[in-house]
């Protein structure tokens, strides 16, 4: 339980702190030279471990080698982008709702694909963090409804793959550890982001950017070692231990909650009582949630 409570915290902190550095980057850098930056730092790194022998990239002959590229396919590669669009194309309030029904989505498309089992303590407690995130978005003051209808279908394609990229690597798993499926999600966002980021003209620029101001630097490595390496090496192998739906809910919550706090703190967001109210819903579902993952243990 101990290892658990590390992952689950290691994700939560990176994954929710991550905002800050995106804001502070998409200032001065594209959303993809941003992405190819942070994957291809991230992809680099590994490819220097797999040379020094410290990652193993084992993958003839193994059952679940789809699910281990579908992992990468799935996130960062199409999660990211339909991500991009999305926020791009409706609200940030609607593509904050979009992203809470990620656990829902989570569980529903892992009975119907993977024939997982569903309790009432477990659909409790993913409709009980959705109420609180939606209580503290709709309520809001900056609560709004814009957004196209190409952007409404990216952000839910984007729900679907972040749900299957938990479904793929719970799958994976079951022949990879936790640092070898990261460094193919690496690999592979790497080399996709990169090669987008060429075409629509932006060559070493992603890159000598980051050499203009220590700032910028430490955000990028921020990002791309400990939020991209670190967190998905930990959320990954997180999966081995809970199933998708379960894992995804309390990491996702607790980002969420984490996020929020931050941003009143640190970048002066505004608050109310539907911050006060929905944060405190969407810990009673993370409650649940942990009660639930115990009886697995």
């Given at each position: 339980?101990?290892m658990i409570?590390?992952l689950?915290?290691?994700?939560?902190?990176?994954?929710?702190?991550?905002?800050?550095?995106?804001?502070?980057?998409?200032?001065?850098?594209?959303?993809?030279?941003?992405?190819?930056?942070?994957?291809?730092?991230?992809?680099?790194?590994?490819?220097?471990?797999?040379?020094?022998?410290?990652?193993?990239?084992?993958?003839?002959?193994?059952?679940?080698l789809?699910?281990?590229?579908?992992?990468?396919?799935?996130e960062?590669?199409?999660?990211?982008?339909?991500?991009?669009?999305?926020?791009?194309?409706?609200?940030?309030?609607?593509?904050?709702?979009?992203?809470?029904?990620?656990?829902?989505?989570?569980?529903?498309?892992?009975?119907?694909?993977?024939?997982?089992?569903?309790?009432?303590?477990?659909?409790?407690?993913?409709?009980?963090?959705?109420?609180?995130?939606?209580?503290?978005?709709?309520?809001s003051?900056?609560?709004?409804?814009?957004?196209?209808?190409?952007?409404?279908v990216?952000?839910?394609?984007?729900?679907?793959?972040?749900?299957?990229?938990?479904l793929?690597?719970?799958?994976?798993?079951?022949?990879?550890?936790?640092?070898?499926?990261?460094?193919?999600m690496?690999?592979?966002?790497?080399?996709l982001?990169?090669?987008?980021?060429?075409?629509?003209?932006?060559?070493?620029?992603?890159?000598?950017?980051?050499?203009?101001d220590?700032?910028?630097?430490?955000?990028?490595?921020?990002?791309?070692?400990f939020?991209?390496?670190?967190?998905?090496?930990?959320y990954?192998?997180?999966?081995?231990?809970?199933?998708?739906?379960?894992?995804?809910?309390?990491?996702?919550?607790?980002?969420?909650?984490?996020?929020?706090?931050?941003g009143?703190i640190?970048?002066?967001?505004?608050?109310?009582?539907?911050?006060i109210?929905g944060?405190?819903?969407?810990?009673?579902?993370?409650w649940l949630?942990?009660?639930?993952?115990?009886?697995?243990?």
């Open positions: 339980m101990t409570i590390f689950i915290a290691m994700v939560s902190i990176g994954w929710g702190v991550a905002f800050i550095s995106l804001a502070t980057l998409l200032k001065v850098m594209a959303p993809m030279q941003l992405l190819a930056a942070r994957w291809g730092i991230t992809g680099f790194l590994f490819l220097i471990l797999i040379v020094c022998g410290k990652v193993k990239l084992n993958l003839k002959g193994q059952k679940n789809p699910f281990l590229i579908m992992t990468g396919l799935f960062p590669c199409a999660y990211s982008i339909l991500e991009a669009y999305g926020v791009k194309l409706t609200s940030a309030s609607i593509s904050a709702i979009f992203v809470a029904t990620i656990p829902c989505m989570t569980l529903i498309l892992g009975i119907i694909l993977f024939r997982h089992k569903a309790d009432v303590k477990l659909v409790l407690s993913l409709l009980i963090t959705f109420a609180g995130v939606a209580i503290a978005t709709v309520f003051p900056a609560f709004s409804i814009g957004g196209t209808r190409t952007g409404m990216c952000m839910m394609l984007g729900v679907i793959a972040a749900s299957m990229y938990s793929s690597s719970k799958k994976a798993s079951a022949d990879f550890d936790a640092t070898t499926v990261t460094a193919v690496a690999l592979e966002g790497g080399v982001f990169n090669i987008i980021a060429l075409v629509q003209g932006y060559g070493f620029d992603t890159y000598s950017i980051l050499l203009t220590w700032s910028i630097v430490g955000n990028m490595l921020f990002l791309a070692v939020c991209a390496f670190a967190s998905y090496v930990c990954n192998k997180l999966l081995n231990y809970v199933e998708p739906a379960l894992g995804n809910n309390i990491v996702s919550s607790l980002s969420t909650v984490i996020g929020v706090v931050c009143i640190i970048m002066g967001d505004l608050w109310g009582w539907y911050t109210i944060m405190g819903v969407t810990l009673a579902g993370v949630a942990s009660m639930r993952m115990r009886e697995d243990l």
